[in-house]
């Protein structure tokens, strides 16, 4: 089931609704769009109720000018779980999806949040060679980047031009949010050192775009972060190690909710 928030000032959100019986889950997706993370919405544990918002820009879903950064969504999401009564809300963020879950946490003065989990995310400042800039990259190369299985790599040769012009879109949308300096925050770091929300990051070893020893460090900056590698896995983990993502996603809950 789809729903469209209306978040004030000319915001408007596509979600996509997944009733369950138990507590809320909030995934947020990356560059790719939210069909790379429809997924997880069946394998999230509890039975709960699984929101998984397109990000304005993204989809051909519109975006208010003003709306032109990470920070910008991270309070939009906040502001959506407040108005649902959303509490200890499992909050999952692929790639730049992952800084919004990041950004969130450092923001979460309601205490809606009972932990994120990260899947390759960015944001983090990096230390040399750790974080690939993706602009202007053709798609083969990025899917080369991204992913391990070759099969799993989108073949340009095969979109339609209405696909082409859409992935088009959704890149220069991402260009918007991940700002300059490209994919990261300076200042995200020393944020998230005071965010009480435990932390867990799920890193595909074989990434291109960034690397596993950037992974190690996101994780330690959280009070209560953990780390758990996907061998054999690339910039999606919950896509090439689906079982290795979804069970540390479920030992995780156990422990910490």
């Known amino acids: 089931m789809s729903r469209v928030f209306d978040l004030g000032d000319g915001l408007s959100v596509t979600v996509d609704v997944r009733e369950g019986a138990g507590e809320t889950a909030l995934v947020l997706h990356g560059g790719a769009g939210p069909k790379s993370v429809a997924g997880l919405a069946g394998v999230l544990p509890g039975d709960r109720t699984v929101l998984t918002p397109t990000h304005p820009g993204f989809d051909g879903q519109p975006r208010p000018q003003w709306c032109d950064s990470v920070a910008d969504l991270a ?14 809300v499992l909050v999952v963020g692929s790639s730049i999806g992952g800084w919004i879950a990041a950004e969130m946490a450092t923001r979460d003065s309601w205490g809606r949040i009972g932990g994120v989990v990260l899947l390759n995310a960015v944001g983090i400042d990096p230390k040399e060679g750790q ?44 260009a918007v949010y991940a700002g300059e300096p490209f994919m990261y925050d300076p ?4 944020r998230l050192r005071g965010a009480k929300a435990p932390a867990l990051v799920v890193w595909g070893e074989e990434d291109g ?49």
């Open 187 to 190: 200042k995200l770091r020393r």
């Open 131 to 174: 974080l690939t800039d993706t602009r202007g990259l053709p798609p083969v190369k990025l899917g080369e980047l991204a992913f391990v299985n070759p099969a799993l790599r989108l073949d340009p040769s095969k979109l339609t031009e209405e696909q082409r012009a859409a992935g088009l879109a959704n890149q220069e949308a991402l």
């Open 209 to 257: 775009i960034a690397t596993v020893d950037y992974g190690r460090s996101y994780a330690e900056v959280f009070t209560r972060g953990r780390f758990v590698p996907a061998p054999g896995a690339g910039h999606f983990p919950h896509i090439e190690a689906a079982e290795l993502t979804a069970a540390a996603i479920e030992d995780f809950v156990k422990q910490e909710f």
């Open 75 to 88: 309070v939009a999401y906040l502001d959506l779980l407040e108005r649902l009564a959303a509490e200890r």
